[in-house]
Every structure is written in structure tokens, then in C-alpha cells.
């Protein structure tokens, strides 16, 4: 039993109470003494020449303090990728500069070419309004088919819209392809893993504050990763030293990948509070969000499943062609590549798996890693095409899935698409979900359903994902820029009482309540008596941030691995003060005995001695008890899962409605499950929200269609059912060293071929011949599908 | 928002004198206008509020029998104080946005703004209602023009509506995913001399009435009456959320489901 508030309890998230009673302090809610307001000029076309700003009428204006264009940043360098993709000839991958304002071209809508800084917000809109900007609009290319043929280029000097074209592995391409060829039976689908908005409910927001006393930055500003932002601006962007730079990333409402990535935004309102000597703040509003947040997924896929008669997966075979916008975004090549082609041999012990990958330029918004990132689309592809295969081959989906699952005592497995699985149990997983869903009453409810003239499909899949995001030397290999370890400072206070300091950055996961609870229960004491510090470059060691579900099992490592050795330290202190070795000390509820004896001393006194070191040997041991770790994994967390999706279709109408939805997720040891069922709560509407509700829309010209709340749905709580979620049968992972597989992403990667798969079975016992529908299954795309059919 | 003037009149006659400052315009609820000036999609040099106007506001029954709903009544007031008169009514306005919307949002504003995907207009036309306005009084079949364009003259206020109570009635709206406004509604309505069906969401010339349905209807009302009949997808609206045929074949589909559930 876990003691309360330590590991396993659902303790309530203190968080919580500065959320929900409008007490956080969001960047928008800081308002610096004597600060400006920057407003950008956006473009209205997706693709055209700037020949011409005039910005003549807009200086003079009232408030107006600075007027930027994209001259003014021709010296400074670009935002950069941050990781290299070899195509299959070898060559890298373009990389086009991606200027802080837009310079020559503009190469989508919502790209800024300019930017006012005024007293007022309200001045610098006038202001903008005053730019006279000539920009000769071009054709856009939206399609990435057309795109490919290169007839209007989004950047003239690559001379080619493909970022390159990678294979994966390419080594096992022609093995896959004969594997195909002979096989008893291949099911192609072709399918669109669609454009997402992310909408974080705060909207991107900076304030940069130039210190001319001391020559030095702040940026404060809406990010998941504060000290990659710096790297980014320090070593890329602005060359501001790393030393001269401050970046505080606060209370944030949210992210799911969008606040990765470092923004021009960013680097304007630094350049600007230089120029005008005072602090400049930029609030996005809800257009711009939609308009320039780096979107997600993108994906249009051919996936061809080679198989047996009887199920046995033969090979995997996807080509596929990924957006990446006007520019590409921190992350947006690994995102379509390793995080989406090595997953692509899923659950499964299939031999033969190959993926290829062409990364496209269009004009429309960079797109780049959103909650699951690759593994969601990754997911989609297999669990539709294996549900595809059953369907033709008239076997039970549930039981082709288990014929071809890794098998609990195949651990580590190596997938035939290149990870070392290291644990699970996906037949454990599939048995729990059966249970839970009632498939043995399916039938009866179909009847009842259709009693009512409603049609009823069930759909249930697997997934598994990799995150945790992982060894530095492996991404290092793989093309990646950055290392992606972790780290925290476990500080003890005079008085006993902790701050830890980590990498990892909360905007909504609940490390302030989690990470105390760990450490409280390896040290004995009330976590209440322990405070985490996170976002602000100044008081946290060098860490990577959090996304791809990696802040307990990177951030959360590094921080046990500095707990154990504040028990070692203080295990010597207290070794002194009981004038014994400290061999023979043990260490267990918070109490330091020497063993054998009654002779303890608890932890509260060990650390007072640590900072008033009298009658204390100084020789041996530093005063003061504070440690810091580096946590670099040996490998990803493999999280696990089986999902299933009852729904009801309207055949008048095509509107869907889900009937019940039951996750069945392995993440290893949990240590908040409260936490944790949240976690998946919130993956689950953006899974489900993408398979019924979301989608960005560009229209030819490049013109956002869905760029507000009137054309693009988010899911309301009266879209979702109430979800049945277990976790109860976790497989420990076994490289960290709590047990703890990632669990923020995996309610949006296994979810959305659940629906769909739902869905088309719900069409299918309606006589209707309908194989797949692209996401999001809108009552009219439904409808269409059955009246095709 | 550009800045702009606000008035508060406390009357109609102050309010249409205050209408005739130049670029002026009426404030209603605001659930349209305010987003529109946020935008800066729109340049008013005076808002004229009529939200304090007592005598433009609550719901109350004429002599002639009809539900007279004054222009500035929310659409909250409506759901709650037409329910035991016309409910109907009361349902469409129950199902109008959410709460925030209902307790802001007037039918004067709606049926001046005449969205081509809202509410109102539908109950309007399907009842045959009239527009009271500051100076004079207009039947729903000549006040709704097509897509946000009504019979109002420039600084015209609506200050009141008045519905004929029908014997059964009823709003059924399938909603557009995104916002929440009618993909398609339509409102029917039995009267003693006859049936009105009115259809909103779906056609690019706004509400409009779909004649072969009442006819149908008027003489047998079950949605049998219309299952032989079959719904143009010319003139409809396209766009991301549907295709002319999904919509014209949805003002099918939902006429039959507002006359099987009208009461
Ligand atoms: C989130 C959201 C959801 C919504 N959902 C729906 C829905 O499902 N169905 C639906 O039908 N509507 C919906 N609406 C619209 C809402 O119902 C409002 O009624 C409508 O926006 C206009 O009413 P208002 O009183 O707010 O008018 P305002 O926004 O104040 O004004 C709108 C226009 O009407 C003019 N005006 C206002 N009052 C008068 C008057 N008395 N006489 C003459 N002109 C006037 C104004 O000058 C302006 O041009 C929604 C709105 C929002 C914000």
C-alpha cells in the first residue's frame, strides 16, 4: 500500500487550485512597467512577392515607438530544424532559412513581414493597418502531389518543393517488396491522416526585456522547453550569449506540441525591447493561433499489409507523403520520420517492414509535432489496414491482432521497423478490453440499436508507441541536433524541507504534485513539504523540456537518480553524527539508523547539520545537501495499449455517436493514477476530436477555411462518452529507474483508428459497402460514404 | 475595435433619434456585433444600446392571440417565458448557442443580422410572424431578403415581433459540427387554415419556405405526407460542412422529424 501522498496515491493536484480559481500568472497576465505592445503584419496570401513596404504613414503615427520588417533581420540567422533527415540517395534534406520576419517572399497566410511596436495595443493595430505593403501574389501550392511536380516553388532557391525522401530501413526495401509480391493476400488502403490545429486554450504571448545596465535578456514567453528556446535564439537566431539570456516560460495554458518550437515572435520582441529600450509584449489572438501555431499531422499514406490466409502478418509496406508547411518547424522532420516510420511494425512480430517518407513544402503553416506525434499516424495507418484485412479475409479482428502480437516472453523484442521493445503484455491488454467493453453483448445492443433504426459498430485495436524521448547517442545517430537527457537539482533547506529544480516544464501534466510524491516517499517525509521549480533558465538546471511523454520517464529519472544521491550525502553526515560508518547505516522512513542498534537520527536533523556544520567533518564531506543529476536513457518507454469504440450512426443524418469508449493502457508502474486516467481523458478528446470533429482546411489559393471556431470543432464535452480506463495491467519498463512508461500522448495515438474502425463496422452491418472514410467522419462525410456506396 | 460612441436610450423615440447619427448602429446583444468590431471588420461612430429600453423587452400575449416578444428580449427570456404559450418558439430559442449566448443574444438582433444559418428566422417566417419596427410593421414573408439582407431601412429598430400561435409547431435542428448554428433547421408549424414550413442553414438565398411540404403537409400532417417529394440541392450551400445534396436532402429528413415531434 502506497503510503498516502507517496508513490501510487491519487493525491489532488495542488496545481489545481491556482488553475481553477484564476489565480496562475500566464504571460498574458504579466504586465511589465513601462511595456510596449508589438503587433505583427501578416500576409493575406499564401504565396507572393514582396516588392515593397512602405511604412512611411504607420511611423509617424500615434504611440508608434518601432516598425520592423524582414530587412531589419537579413543579418541574424534563421530558425533552424532540429534534426537532419538523410534522403535515400544520401543526400540531406533542404533547409531553407526561416527568417524571424518574412524577407523577399511571403510563403503562406499569417506569415509576418512586419511589426509595430507602439505604446498601446489598440496604436500598434492602427499602425499596422498604415503599412503599405506591395506584394505581387503568386500561385500557392497547396497539394503535395502538386507540390512534388515543382511547378511553383515555396522556395525558389532549393528548386524543389520535396524536403527530402527517406526511407526506412532502406536496407529491408527489397526484401519487403518481394515479400509482397508473393504473398497469398495484400490489402491496400489509402488514406489522409488529417491537418490539426492545436488550440491550446492560451494563445502564444512573449515579452522580451532588454537590461541595458547589464547588457542582458528576459524573455518570458508561452513554451514547454525554456532552455531550448534559449539554445535556439543564443546559438541560431539572435547570438545573444546563453549567459546574457534569461527565458521564463510560466504558467501555460497548455501546448501539445505547438509550444515546442522556438517562434520569430520571440526574437522580434527581443530585437524590439533593445531597440525601443523598454519591454515589448506580443499577445497572439485566436486567429493568429490558428493562422501560425506550427499545426499537426498531415499525412496522405498508401499502406499495403501483405498476410497470410489465415492472419500471419507477412509485411508492412507505407508510402507516404508529409506536409511540413511554409517552413520547417523545430521538429518537423523527425516527427514524420523516426517517430512514425520505427513504430510502423506495431503490436506485431510481422518480419518485413518498410516506410517511405516524402516531406513536402506547401504554402500553409509549418506543421510539426502535436500530442502523439508520427505515432499517431503511425497507428492509424496499421490498425485501419489490419482492420481492412480481417474484413476481406472474413477473420475476427481482435483474434488476427492476437495471432500476430509479440508475446510476453519475446522481451526485448526487435521490431522488424529497428526499436528494442522492452516490456508488455498486449494479450493481457486485448483480455482486460473485452471484458471491459462487454464484446459478448455487443450483439444485443447492435439489435437494440437497430430496433431504433440506429446502426452500431464496435471497433477495437492496439497500439504502441515509443516516447520518453530518449538516448542521446541513438537520436544522435538517427539526425538529431539536440541531446535529449534530463536533469534536476534536488535541493534540502536548513529546515528539511525541498526545491527541486527540473528540466521538464509543467503546463498541465501535474509535476508539482507527482514529483513530490516520489521523492517524499524515497526520503520518508510529507511531500506537501516539497516544491518543484521548473521554467525559468535562471533557477533550473539544463533540461529538454517536456513533450513526447518524457517528463517522469527522463525528467522524473533524473530527479531519483539526485534523491539517491542526497540519501548517500546525508547518509554520511549521518554516519558522523552517530559516530559510526556510514556502511553500516540504513536508510528507510525517513530515518537514518545504524544497524542493529536503536541509535537513528531522522532526516530533518541530518539536514540542519548539513548547513550549520558544527562538530562536523569538514574534511570529508561539503557542507550543505544539494545534487544534481543528468538522466540520459538507454532507450524509449514502450507504452501499450488495446481500445475499443462502440458507436451508434443516424443512417438519415451519417451523425455518429459514441456509445461507450474503454482504454486499456500499459505505462508501467503508475504513480498517480488519478493523474494518470487524466492524462488519458485528455488524449482521448483530441483522439477522438480528430476522428470525428477536427480538421484544417486550406482551400486552393492557400486561404484557411477553418480558422475559427465557427468552422473548425473542437470536441465539447457532450461529443464524448464517459470512458471506462484501466491500467491495471502494466509491464514495468525495465531501463528506468522507476518502472514508468510515458502516458501523455497515448490516449490521442490509440484512439482515432478506434472510431473509425467503429464506425465503418456500424456501416458495414448496414449493408452499406463502405471501406474507409477519411477523418474527421463529419455527419456529411458519413453520409457521402453511404450514399456512394 | 476602432473607437466608437455608446449611448444608452431609455426609450424607443430616444433611440431612433440617437439611429440617425451618422455611421450609427443599433447594439442588441451583442453576440455579432462585438466580435465583428473586435476584428475591426466594422467602423460604428455610435453604438446605440437598446438593451435598456424597457418597453422593447419580455414576452406577452395580444389580444389577437399572438406571443408578442419585444425586440430586445433575450433569447433566455423567450425559452423561459413563451414555453407555456408557443413552445415551439420556446424550444428554438432554448437551443440557440449556449448559455451565455441565450442570456445575451436578442431576437431583434437575430433576425436583423438574418444569418443565413441562424434560428429565428425560421420561427419567423414559419409563423407567419410580423416585425414591428419604430416606424411601421412588416410580414415575414416580405422582410427576409436573402443572406443578411432584410426589408429594414437604414437606423430602422425592430422593436417588437408578434407570432400567431399555431395548433402544434415545432424547431428541428441539425447542427453545423463547428458552431453550433443550423447546418439545416426547420420550423413547422399547423395553423387552422394551413401548414408553414420554414427552412434555415441551408440555401444561398437565406430562410426561405419549402411550398410543395406545406401543401402536402396541410393536408395530411405526418411525415408520411412528404415522403414522395423530393428537395432541390440547386441553390443550396456548399462549404466545408456539407454539399448541396447533404443538405438538401437534410431539409427532407428534418421536415419529417419536426412534424413527427411537433406538439
Ligand atoms: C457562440 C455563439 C453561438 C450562437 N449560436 C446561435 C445559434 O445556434 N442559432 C442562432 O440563431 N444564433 C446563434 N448565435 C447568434 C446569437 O443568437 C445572437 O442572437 C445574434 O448574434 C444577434 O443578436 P444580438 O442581440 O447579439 O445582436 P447584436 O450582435 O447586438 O447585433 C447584430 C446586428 O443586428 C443589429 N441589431 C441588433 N438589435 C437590433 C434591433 N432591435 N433592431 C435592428 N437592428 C438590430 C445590430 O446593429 C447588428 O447589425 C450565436 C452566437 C454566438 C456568439
Redesign the pocket.
Given at each position: 500500500m502506497p503510503k498516502d501522498g507517496g508513490i501510487g496515491a491519487d493525491t489532488k493536484r495542488r496545481e489545481d487550485v491556482r488553475y481553477l480559481t484564476g489565480s496562475g500568472n500566464y504571460t498574458a497576465d504579466i504586465n511589465a512597467f513601462g511595456q510596449a505592445a508589438a503587433v505583427f503584419v501578416r500576409s493575406t496570401v499564401a504565396n507572393g512577392k514582396i516588392n515593397a513596404i512602405d511604412t512611411s504613414a504607420a511611423d509617424g503615427m500615434p504611440g508608434v515607438l518601432a516598425i520592423f520588417t524582414g530587412e531589419d533581420f537579413v543579418d541574424v540567422g534563421g530558425n533552424p530544424a532540429g534534426w537532419l533527415i538523410n534522403s535515400r540517395d544520401g543526400e540531406p534534406m533542404k533547409e531553407p532559412k526561416r527568417p524571424v520576419l518574412a524577407h523577399g517572399k511571403v510563403r503562406h497566410v499569417g506569415d509576418a513581414y512586419a511589426a509595430v511596436i507602439a505604446e498601446t495595443v489598440e496604436q500598434a493595430r492602427d499602425a499596422a493597418e498604415a503599412i503599405e505593403a506591395d506584394i505581387e501574389e503568386l500561385p500557392a501550392v497547396v497539394d503535395m502531389a502538386e507540390a512534388l511536380k515543382n511547378q511553383t516553388l515555396v522556395h525558389d532557391e532549393i528548386e524543389t518543393n520535396q524536403c527530402f525522401d527517406w526511407g526506412w530501413i532502406e536496407d529491408n526495401r527489397a526484401a519487403t517488396d518481394e515479400a509482397i509480391r508473393n504473398a497469398p493476400h495484400v490489402t491496400t488502403l489509402e488514406l489522409v491522416n488529417n491537418r490539426l490545429v492545436p488550440n491550446a486554450m492560451e494563445p502564444r504571448a512573449s515579452i522580451g526585456t532588454y537590461d541595458r545596465a547589464q547588457d542582458a535578456y528576459t524573455l518570458q514567453t508561452t513554451s514547454q522547453n525554456p532552455h531550448l528556446t534559449r539554445l535556439l535564439i543564443s546559438a541560431f537566431v539572435l547570438g545573444i550569449p546563453e549567459n546574457k539570456l534569461t527565458v521564463i516560460a510560466p504558467d501555460v495554458g497548455g501546448g501539445f506540441g505547438s509550444k515546442i518550437y522556438h517562434y520569430g515572435e520571440e526574437a522580434l520582441v527581443l530585437a524590439a525591447s533593445k531597440k525601443v529600450g523598454r519591454p515589448v509584449k506580443w499577445v497572439a489572438d485566436r486567429t493568429e493561433s490558428f493562422l501560425t501555431d506550427a499545426h499537426g499531422r498531415d499525412h496522405v499514406t498508401k499502406i499495403e499489409l501483405a498476410c497470410e490466409k489465415d492472419g500471419t502478418f507477412i509485411a508492412f509496406r507505407t508510402e507516404t507523403m508529409a506536409n511540413v508547411g511554409a517552413y520547417l518547424s523545430n521538429f518537423s522532420t523527425a516527427t514524420p520520420t523516426f517517430l512514425h516510420g520505427t513504430l510502423m511494425a506495431g503490436n506485431y512480430t510481422v518480419p518485413n517492414v518498410y516506410v517511405n517518407v516524402k516531406a513536402v513544402f506547401t504554402n500553409t503553416a509549418p506543421v510539426d509535432a502535436y500530442r502523439g506525434a508520427g505515432r499517431p499516424e503511425a497507428t492509424y495507418s496499421i490498425e485501419r489496414v489490419i482492420d481492412k484485412a480481417a474484413r476481406e479475409l472474413g477473420l475476427d479482428p481482435v483474434e488476427v491482432r492476437r495471432k500476430n502480437f509479440v508475446k510476453p516472453d519475446q522481451y526485448p523484442f526487435a521490431s522488424a521497423a529497428g526499436l528494442e521493445y522492452d516490456s508488455g503484455n498486449y494479450d493481457a491488454l486485448m483480455d482486460k478490453l473485452e471484458e471491459i467493453i462487454d464484446r459478448d453483448g455487443f450483439a444485443e445492443r447492435r439489435k437494440a440499436s437497430e430496433a431504433k433504426g440506429m446502426l452500431r459498430g464496435l471497433g477495437l485495436n492496439s497500439y504502441i508507441e515509443a516516447c520518453g524521448i530518449a538516448p542521446s547517442n541513438l537520436v544522435g545517430i538517427l539526425g538529431s541536433r539536440v541531446g535529449l537527457y534530463d536533469a534536476a537539482t534536488v535541493r534540502v533547506n536548513a529546515t528539511g524541507n525541498l526545491s527541486i529544480m527540473v528540466g521538464a516544464h509543467s503546463h498541465g501534466q501535474g509535476h508539482e504534485t507527482v514529483f513530490p510524491q516520489i521523492v517524499g516517499e524515497m526520503l520518508g517525509i510529507d511531500p506537501a513539504s516539497i516544491d518543484i521549480v521548473h521554467g525559468d533558465t535562471s533557477k533550473i538546471p539544463f533540461g529538454m523540456g517536456t513533450y513526447g511523454s518524457r517528463s517522469l520517464a527522463v525528467c522524473g529519472s533524473a530527479m531519483v537518480r539526485a534523491t539517491e544521491k542526497i540519501i548517500a550525502k546525508a547518509k554520511k553526515i549521518a554516519a558522523h553524527m552517530l559516530e559510526a560508518s556510514a556502511d553500516d547505516v540504513d536508510f528507510a522512513d525517513g530515518q537514518f539508523t545504524i544497524k542493529g542498534t536503536d541509535k537513528s537520527v531522522g532526516f530533518g536533523e541530518v539536514a540542519l547539520k548539513a548547513y550549520i556544520p558544527h562538530e562536523y567533518p569538514i574534511e570529508d564531506i561539503e557542507p550543505g545537501l544539494e545534487e544534481t543529476a543528468f538522466y540520459d536513457p538507454a532507450n524509449f518507454t514502450y507504452p501499450s495499449g488495446a481500445y475499443a469504440c462502440e458507436v451508434e450512426v443516424d443512417p438519415e443524418t451519417g451523425k455518429v455517436r459514441i456509445d461507450r469508449f474503454a482504454a486499456v493502457d500499459d505505462f508501467g508502474n503508475v504513480m498517480n493514477p488519478m493523474i494518470v486516467t487524466g492524462q488519458v481523458h485528455g488524449g482521448l478528446g483530441q483522439g477522438i476530436g480528430q476522428a470525428l470533429l477536427e480538421g484544417a482546411s486550406y482551400d486552393a489559393d492557400g486561404q484557411l477555411l477553418s480558422a475559427s471556431y465557427m468552422d473548425y470543432t473542437m470536441p465539447r464535452a457532450d461529443d464524448l462518452p464517459f470512458y471506462t480506463v484501466d491500467h491495471s495491467q502494466g509491464t514495468p519498463c525495465t531501463h528506468n529507474p522507476l518502472g514508468v512508461k510515458g502516458c501523455g500522448e497515448a490516449g490521442a495515438i490509440g484512439s482515432p483508428p478506434t472510431v473509425v474502425n467503429a464506425v465503418i463496422d456500424a456501416l458495414q452491418s448496414g449493408g452499406k459497402n463502405v471501406t474507409h472514410i477519411d477523418m474527421p467522419l463529419t455527419p456529411s462525410r458519413v453520409w457521402s460514404a453511404m450514399n456512394n456506396a | 475595435m476602432y473607437a466608437f460612441e455608446i449611448e444608452r436610450p431609455a426609450s424607443i423615440a430616444d433611440a431612433a433619434s440617437a439611429m440617425k447619427t451618422d455611421e450609427a448602429?443599433?447594439?442588441?446583444?451583442?453576440?455579432?456585433?462585438?466580435?465583428t468590431l473586435k476584428q475591426r471588420l466594422a467602423m460604428p461612430s455610435v453604438l446605440v444600446s437598446?438593451t435598456g429600453i424597457g418597453e422593447m423587452k419580455g414576452v406577452c400575449m395580444s389580444d389577437a392571440g399572438e406571443v408578442c416578444i419585444g425586440?430586445?428580449t433575450t433569447?433566455a427570456t423567450v425559452a423561459r417565458e413563451a414555453a407555456a404559450h408557443y413552445p415551439g418558439l420556446a424550444g428554438l430559442a432554448s437551443r440557440?448557442?449556449?448559455p451565455a449566448?441565450r442570456n445575451?443574444?436578442?431576437i431583434?438582433?437575430?433576425l436583423?443580422?438574418n444569418?443565413p444559418a441562424?434560428?429565428?428566422p425560421a420561427a419567423a417566417l414559419g409563423s407567419g410572424a410580423t416585425i414591428i419596427t419604430n416606424s411601421r410593421s412588416i410580414a415575414a414573408d416580405d422582410y427576409f431578403q436573402g443572406m443578411f439582407t432584410t426589408a429594414?431601412e437604414e437606423g430602422?429598430?425592430?422593436t417588437e415581433v408578434r407570432f400567431p400561435v399555431p395548433e402544434k409547431s415545432h424547431y428541428q435542428k441539425f447542427v453545423q459540427p463547428a458552431?453550433?448554428?443550423?447546418l439545416v433547421g426547420v420550423f413547422v408549424a399547423k395553423y387552422a387554415d394551413g401548414v408553414r414550413v420554414a427552412v434555415t442553414g441551408a440555401s444561398e438565398e437565406g430562410v426561405h419556405r419549402w411550398t410543395e411540404a406545406e401543401n402536402a403537409l396541410s393536408g395530411n400532417f405526418s411525415a408520411d405526407a412528404i415522403s414522395e417529394l423530393s428537395v432541390s440541392a440547386d441553390g443550396m450551400i456548399s462549404d466545408l460542412h456539407g454539399s448541396p445534396e447533404y443538405r438538401a436532402h437534410l431539409v427532407k429528413v428534418m421536415t419529417g422529424r419536426a412534424v413527427s415531434a411537433a406538439s
Amino acid at each position: 500500500m502506497p503510503k498516502d501522498g507517496g508513490i501510487g496515491a491519487d493525491t489532488k493536484r495542488r496545481e489545481d487550485v491556482r488553475y481553477l480559481t484564476g489565480s496562475g500568472n500566464y504571460t498574458a497576465d504579466i504586465n511589465a512597467f513601462g511595456q510596449a505592445a508589438a503587433v505583427f503584419v501578416r500576409s493575406t496570401v499564401a504565396n507572393g512577392k514582396i516588392n515593397a513596404i512602405d511604412t512611411s504613414a504607420a511611423d509617424g503615427m500615434p504611440g508608434v515607438l518601432a516598425i520592423f520588417t524582414g530587412e531589419d533581420f537579413v543579418d541574424v540567422g534563421g530558425n533552424p530544424a532540429g534534426w537532419l533527415i538523410n534522403s535515400r540517395d544520401g543526400e540531406p534534406m533542404k533547409e531553407p532559412k526561416r527568417p524571424v520576419l518574412a524577407h523577399g517572399k511571403v510563403r503562406h497566410v499569417g506569415d509576418a513581414y512586419a511589426a509595430v511596436i507602439a505604446e498601446t495595443v489598440e496604436q500598434a493595430r492602427d499602425a499596422a493597418e498604415a503599412i503599405e505593403a506591395d506584394i505581387e501574389e503568386l500561385p500557392a501550392v497547396v497539394d503535395m502531389a502538386e507540390a512534388l511536380k515543382n511547378q511553383t516553388l515555396v522556395h525558389d532557391e532549393i528548386e524543389t518543393n520535396q524536403c527530402f525522401d527517406w526511407g526506412w530501413i532502406e536496407d529491408n526495401r527489397a526484401a519487403t517488396d518481394e515479400a509482397i509480391r508473393n504473398a497469398p493476400h495484400v490489402t491496400t488502403l489509402e488514406l489522409v491522416n488529417n491537418r490539426l490545429v492545436p488550440n491550446a486554450m492560451e494563445p502564444r504571448a512573449s515579452i522580451g526585456t532588454y537590461d541595458r545596465a547589464q547588457d542582458a535578456y528576459t524573455l518570458q514567453t508561452t513554451s514547454q522547453n525554456p532552455h531550448l528556446t534559449r539554445l535556439l535564439i543564443s546559438a541560431f537566431v539572435l547570438g545573444i550569449p546563453e549567459n546574457k539570456l534569461t527565458v521564463i516560460a510560466p504558467d501555460v495554458g497548455g501546448g501539445f506540441g505547438s509550444k515546442i518550437y522556438h517562434y520569430g515572435e520571440e526574437a522580434l520582441v527581443l530585437a524590439a525591447s533593445k531597440k525601443v529600450g523598454r519591454p515589448v509584449k506580443w499577445v497572439a489572438d485566436r486567429t493568429e493561433s490558428f493562422l501560425t501555431d506550427a499545426h499537426g499531422r498531415d499525412h496522405v499514406t498508401k499502406i499495403e499489409l501483405a498476410c497470410e490466409k489465415d492472419g500471419t502478418f507477412i509485411a508492412f509496406r507505407t508510402e507516404t507523403m508529409a506536409n511540413v508547411g511554409a517552413y520547417l518547424s523545430n521538429f518537423s522532420t523527425a516527427t514524420p520520420t523516426f517517430l512514425h516510420g520505427t513504430l510502423m511494425a506495431g503490436n506485431y512480430t510481422v518480419p518485413n517492414v518498410y516506410v517511405n517518407v516524402k516531406a513536402v513544402f506547401t504554402n500553409t503553416a509549418p506543421v510539426d509535432a502535436y500530442r502523439g506525434a508520427g505515432r499517431p499516424e503511425a497507428t492509424y495507418s496499421i490498425e485501419r489496414v489490419i482492420d481492412k484485412a480481417a474484413r476481406e479475409l472474413g477473420l475476427d479482428p481482435v483474434e488476427v491482432r492476437r495471432k500476430n502480437f509479440v508475446k510476453p516472453d519475446q522481451y526485448p523484442f526487435a521490431s522488424a521497423a529497428g526499436l528494442e521493445y522492452d516490456s508488455g503484455n498486449y494479450d493481457a491488454l486485448m483480455d482486460k478490453l473485452e471484458e471491459i467493453i462487454d464484446r459478448d453483448g455487443f450483439a444485443e445492443r447492435r439489435k437494440a440499436s437497430e430496433a431504433k433504426g440506429m446502426l452500431r459498430g464496435l471497433g477495437l485495436n492496439s497500439y504502441i508507441e515509443a516516447c520518453g524521448i530518449a538516448p542521446s547517442n541513438l537520436v544522435g545517430i538517427l539526425g538529431s541536433r539536440v541531446g535529449l537527457y534530463d536533469a534536476a537539482t534536488v535541493r534540502v533547506n536548513a529546515t528539511g524541507n525541498l526545491s527541486i529544480m527540473v528540466g521538464a516544464h509543467s503546463h498541465g501534466q501535474g509535476h508539482e504534485t507527482v514529483f513530490p510524491q516520489i521523492v517524499g516517499e524515497m526520503l520518508g517525509i510529507d511531500p506537501a513539504s516539497i516544491d518543484i521549480v521548473h521554467g525559468d533558465t535562471s533557477k533550473i538546471p539544463f533540461g529538454m523540456g517536456t513533450y513526447g511523454s518524457r517528463s517522469l520517464a527522463v525528467c522524473g529519472s533524473a530527479m531519483v537518480r539526485a534523491t539517491e544521491k542526497i540519501i548517500a550525502k546525508a547518509k554520511k553526515i549521518a554516519a558522523h553524527m552517530l559516530e559510526a560508518s556510514a556502511d553500516d547505516v540504513d536508510f528507510a522512513d525517513g530515518q537514518f539508523t545504524i544497524k542493529g542498534t536503536d541509535k537513528s537520527v531522522g532526516f530533518g536533523e541530518v539536514a540542519l547539520k548539513a548547513y550549520i556544520p558544527h562538530e562536523y567533518p569538514i574534511e570529508d564531506i561539503e557542507p550543505g545537501l544539494e545534487e544534481t543529476a543528468f538522466y540520459d536513457p538507454a532507450n524509449f518507454t514502450y507504452p501499450s495499449g488495446a481500445y475499443a469504440c462502440e458507436v451508434e450512426v443516424d443512417p438519415e443524418t451519417g451523425k455518429v455517436r459514441i456509445d461507450r469508449f474503454a482504454a486499456v493502457d500499459d505505462f508501467g508502474n503508475v504513480m498517480n493514477p488519478m493523474i494518470v486516467t487524466g492524462q488519458v481523458h485528455g488524449g482521448l478528446g483530441q483522439g477522438i476530436g480528430q476522428a470525428l470533429l477536427e480538421g484544417a482546411s486550406y482551400d486552393a489559393d492557400g486561404q484557411l477555411l477553418s480558422a475559427s471556431y465557427m468552422d473548425y470543432t473542437m470536441p465539447r464535452a457532450d461529443d464524448l462518452p464517459f470512458y471506462t480506463v484501466d491500467h491495471s495491467q502494466g509491464t514495468p519498463c525495465t531501463h528506468n529507474p522507476l518502472g514508468v512508461k510515458g502516458c501523455g500522448e497515448a490516449g490521442a495515438i490509440g484512439s482515432p483508428p478506434t472510431v473509425v474502425n467503429a464506425v465503418i463496422d456500424a456501416l458495414q452491418s448496414g449493408g452499406k459497402n463502405v471501406t474507409h472514410i477519411d477523418m474527421p467522419l463529419t455527419p456529411s462525410r458519413v453520409w457521402s460514404a453511404m450514399n456512394n456506396a | 475595435m476602432y473607437a466608437f460612441e455608446i449611448e444608452r436610450p431609455a426609450s424607443i423615440a430616444d433611440a431612433a433619434s440617437a439611429m440617425k447619427t451618422d455611421e450609427a448602429q443599433a447594439l442588441g446583444g451583442g453576440q455579432t456585433l462585438i466580435p465583428t468590431l473586435k476584428q475591426r471588420l466594422a467602423m460604428p461612430s455610435v453604438l446605440v444600446s437598446l438593451t435598456g429600453i424597457g418597453e422593447m423587452k419580455g414576452v406577452c400575449m395580444s389580444d389577437a392571440g399572438e406571443v408578442c416578444i419585444g425586440g430586445a428580449t433575450t433569447h433566455a427570456t423567450v425559452a423561459r417565458e413563451a414555453a407555456a404559450h408557443y413552445p415551439g418558439l420556446a424550444g428554438l430559442a432554448s437551443r440557440i448557442g449556449d448559455p451565455a449566448v441565450r442570456n445575451r443574444g436578442t431576437i431583434g438582433g437575430s433576425l436583423a443580422n438574418n444569418d443565413p444559418a441562424a434560428c429565428y428566422p425560421a420561427a419567423a417566417l414559419g409563423s407567419g410572424a410580423t416585425i414591428i419596427t419604430n416606424s411601421r410593421s412588416i410580414a415575414a414573408d416580405d422582410y427576409f431578403q436573402g443572406m443578411f439582407t432584410t426589408a429594414l431601412e437604414e437606423g430602422e429598430i425592430i422593436t417588437e415581433v408578434r407570432f400567431p400561435v399555431p395548433e402544434k409547431s415545432h424547431y428541428q435542428k441539425f447542427v453545423q459540427p463547428a458552431s453550433r448554428f443550423a447546418l439545416v433547421g426547420v420550423f413547422v408549424a399547423k395553423y387552422a387554415d394551413g401548414v408553414r414550413v420554414a427552412v434555415t442553414g441551408a440555401s444561398e438565398e437565406g430562410v426561405h419556405r419549402w411550398t410543395e411540404a406545406e401543401n402536402a403537409l396541410s393536408g395530411n400532417f405526418s411525415a408520411d405526407a412528404i415522403s414522395e417529394l423530393s428537395v432541390s440541392a440547386d441553390g443550396m450551400i456548399s462549404d466545408l460542412h456539407g454539399s448541396p445534396e447533404y443538405r438538401a436532402h437534410l431539409v427532407k429528413v428534418m421536415t419529417g422529424r419536426a412534424v413527427s415531434a411537433a406538439s
